[in-house]
């Protein structure tokens, strides 16, 4: 009766979820555009070392042709005006020993003091704006007592600005270089803010940043905005993030997020700005000097993140960024000309690869969302699932897991509480891979063999598709939001499935003889786990060949299968299975190894910034790979049991 009762719930959940997952796929679907980008400072060399051969504008006309579309610009500190020769920084002794006048005109307060190099910049008379209105900011919140403004010195022919209390000329960004901003858009590039977390008292409004973003966005139709280094604009600063917000939802900025790379206030700033929908992804890829030819990996690289992981916008970096924050520079042009030839190859792979014709800018996705009913309904059939799950371990454990998980159930849909949403995902997910191992007790045929692996696979595909339902939205298409406890998930079908067989597994083994074969047979099971767990991680180090052979695969797959699944979970599943059939006592060892594929197989679907159809097709050559090798190893197996163990109990055990 329980297991009616929870089947048809789970029926019932699967039905009314269908609009639900079909809309996601839709919205998935509809956004396949993509953007390849590049920051300013990796570009300017090039029309530095190659200008007898191209000018600025055959470079960036060049560039545009390959498929990059837009460029990243961070704004200029008075230290980077100082590294083009505009200004110089000078000591308050230097400027006595050369203008002893000065000893009684200059402040005694500290501060920077700059010589101007070029009276005709533009940028003098922005520092002074740039700094009063810093100053007067300062002074408003107290911080300062007296209201300071930059002072300007002519002894000579030498005209010195001053800085009051200012530490470093590196320290504070000042303004964007619109000169390069304006050429860079006229060659049709689009311009994207990138900003670092070193500006002070932005949570005013007559800041001079507003003015300038503003103008970005007016002028030059920006609007992506992207962060520097490992913080957000006023990260920890709630003031600083509320009027930093405002600003960029009035200027109708979306937010790019870096793959791989947790930028501290990141979180609080799309909360507060209510822009949680509003991400970009972006995915960074790095040459550097001198690597150019092994691009293609940074490239493939690339290319799976956009299939598997949403991202939209792709970051070619030709050279590699120092730990003081500056990029690589070349040695000579001939240097410079073969950085320039690879990154367009490397551009034109992705257009290539990914389409010319969706090289057409990236885009935040359309909303998602359910109704609180629908999700009601997913979360009672996950419910269910687990309950049938406690039910098959243990019948008296399903009366305090079906009240557990409907308490999680009410915190979550009711209440609104997104840790117990989570939670009760997680156990959907972990019942469902342990109730794949779990819903049979014999194998009687060759026939009952491969139902029981259809049944489990789907028994896991639909805790996946409940987990899908419950944790919906466009927040986890982006990984704003995500699936917690995938570790736990790996890990915790074996355990709970392994306990349940080994217990009367080891209680009959135990006072037995062991066999040669027994310990072949573990000895190699043991071998391929422990090359499995060495292989896992983004360290691992590949075998020859085995790259090469990974990307065909996946060209020719569009998307690869995991090797947990195909090459040991499901296939020892089906070989456990097997031995059930026949009434090895090994059996158990082999399922319990098996739960690691259904296991992967849900914990694919977790991660929700996956697009679903990979997801599905992944899964699907998942399956279909591991029926193959399941077969194949039963084929070793008997091969082992008929011939090699008769052999080597002839001649080693003279029997």
Known sequence: MVKKIAWALIVIALLVSIPSIVDRVSVEQDNLEYEVTMAYDQYEQWPVMLN????????????????????????????????????????????????PEARDELPEHNGQYIRILDDESPYIELIKDVYNNHYQLMFEDEIFITQYQVEEFEYGEDRILFLPYEVSLASMPISFDF???ETVHNAGLDIIPRLPNRFRTIQHENHYLYEQLQRLAVEYGSNKMLFSGEDVVG??????????????????????TIDFVNQRGMNSLLRI????????????MTLGKGNEPDYQVELEKG?????????????????????????????????AQEGFDYTLEMVEGFTKQLGEERNAGASTYAPLSQSAIVTLFVTLGAVALITLTAYQVWPILAWPAALGGLALMAAGVVLNMDIALKALALLTAIAAAAYAGLHFKTIKNWKHLLATYAISAGIALIGAWLVVGMLYGTEFLVKVDEFRGVKVLSAAPAAIVGLLLFYTFIRKTLNEPVRYWHLMVIGIVGAILAFYVTRTGNAATALPYELEFRQWLENLLYVRPRTTEFLIGFPLFILGLYMMMVKNKLA???????????????????????????????????????????????????VMTNYVYPQVEKRWMNR
């Open 303 to 335: 290319v799976r993140g956009y299939k598997e992981r949403n991202i939209r916008m792709l970051f070619v970096n030709p050279l590699a960024r120092l730990s003081t924050g500056a990029v690589q520079t070349y040695d000579h042009p001939g240097q």
């Open 235 to 256: 990260a920890g600063e709630p003031a600083q993030l509320k009027t930093f917000t405002e600003f960029l939802n009035d200027l109708n900025f979306d937010i790019v």
């Open 52 to 99: 007898e051969m191209m000018s600025d504008r055959e470079i960036l006309a060049q560039l545009k042709d390959s498929g990059v579309s837009s460029m990243s610009f961070e704004p200029l500190t008075i230290w980077d005006l100082v590294n083009e020769g505009l200004f110089e920084r000078m000591s308050k002794p230097e400027i006595v020993h050369q203008h």
């Open 588 to 638: 158990p060892i082999f399922i319990t190894i098996g739960m690691l594929g259904f296991a992967s197989i849900v914990g694919t679907f977790t991660h929700l910034h996956t697009p679903l159809l990979v997801s599905g097709l992944r899964s699907v050559y998942g399956l279909l790979f591991g029926l193959g090798f399941g077969l194949f190893y039963i084929f070793i197996f008997r």
């Open 179 to 181: 000169e390069a901003i």
């Open 273 to 284: 700005a209510d822009k949680e929908n509003d991400v970009i992804r972006l995915f960074s």
